[in-house]
């Protein structure tokens, strides 16, 4: 079994984005964002297929939700979880365009839409990131190195430095949960 070096190998990558001055620079950015988005009534949309829709549905729940405060809800959807509108939008036109459509449907100029695929070529995640750019909205993207694609249509793209699917899931929510963590405390700490 190998499962020390997926550990390893997980710890390895940690490393690269702890000594990442960029990446950091990025989650400040993110960070304050979304924050000044928050202050002016806006929302945060997410969307991801297969373990990045998971990932986006648990991110929206920790800011719509909570995360360690006590506090008010934040206004936060992951948009795969209104299975009507998505098998009927896949049906009725194509799965490339079940987020663009929902975006279309609950995006506003100044939302931001935080988009995830680790391989950063979803053309459904691809089309939500257009249809935002075309409503104003700022755009967050999550990817892999193979990102380049994504990189066209977001604000800010966290292009984690790796082809491992998991590994690069891992971050993802790391990065995820530091950013919910911090908006959070600046908004109500």
Not at 4 to 12: C, E, L, M, N, W
Request: proline share 2%; aromatic share 6%; net charge negative.
């Amino acid at each position: 079994m190998e499962v020390k070096k997926q550990i390893a190998d997980s710890i390895a990558l940690r490393k690269i984005m702890l000594h990442d001055e960029r990446i950091e620079s990025l989650l400040i950015q993110a960070i304050d964002k979304i924050v000044a988005v928050y202050q002016n009534n806006g929302k945060v949309l997410l969307c991801g297929n297969g373990g990045s829709a998971a990932d986006a549905q648990h991110l929206a729940a920790e800011l719509s939700g909570s995360f360690y405060l006590n506090r008010p809800p934040l206004n936060a959807e992951a948009l795969h979880v209104n299975g009507s509108f998505l098998t009927a939008t896949a049906n009725d036109h194509s799965f490339d365009q079940v987020y663009s459509r929902m975006v279309r449907a609950v995006g506003h100029k100044g939302d931001i839409l935080m988009a995830f695929s680790t391989s950063g070529k979803s053309e459904n995640v691809l089309q939500a990131l257009r249809a935002a750019r075309d409503l104003s909205m700022f755009t967050i993207g999550f990817s892999g190195s193979e990102g380049t694609i994504m990189a066209d249509y977001c604000d800010i793209l966290f292009a984690i430095p790796s082809s491992d699917t998991p590994r690069i899931q891992e971050i993802h929510m790391l990065l995820g949960h530091i950013i919910c963590e911090q908006v959070e405390l600046i908004m109500y700490g």
